[in-house]
């Protein structure tokens, strides 16, 4: 299933904020190894967003298949179909 037939997904600056999350997590790696350890830990958060990014923009999407039910999509492909409730709030007199 391509974007076209998906009507919301995430737009593409996800992915390159993911792409620059992982270059820190390189830029991190490098510092590890000249300078110290302590850099492990941005390693690992940079590292862990970057994935992140990468993965809420590849799979994340939603699909309306009539007006109250529709399928989306969770950052690890998994699909649900569910349906859109109304507004139930009572309205004070």
């Known amino acids: 299933m391509n974007n076209k037939d998906k009507d919301m997904y995430l737009p593409i600056w996800v992915c390159c904020l993911g792409v620059v ?3 820190a997590a390189l830029v991190c ?4 190894f000249t300078t110290s ?3 492990l830990v941005g390693f690992a958060v940079c ?3 970057g994935i992140s990014a990468i993965l809420c ?3 994340q ?3 309306m298949l009539d007006d109250n039910t529709f399928i989306y999509s969770t950052m690890f492909g998994r699909q ?14």
């Open 80 to 93: 649900k179909k569910t349906s859109v409730f109304g507004d139930s709030r009572v309205k004070a007199e």
């Open 21 to 23: 999350f992982l270059v």
């Open 47 to 49: 590292f862990g967003l």
């Open 37 to 39: 350890a302590y850099f």
């Open 29 to 32: 790696l490098t510092f590890v």
């Open 57 to 59: 923009w590849k799979n």
């Open 61 to 63: 999407w939603i699909m």
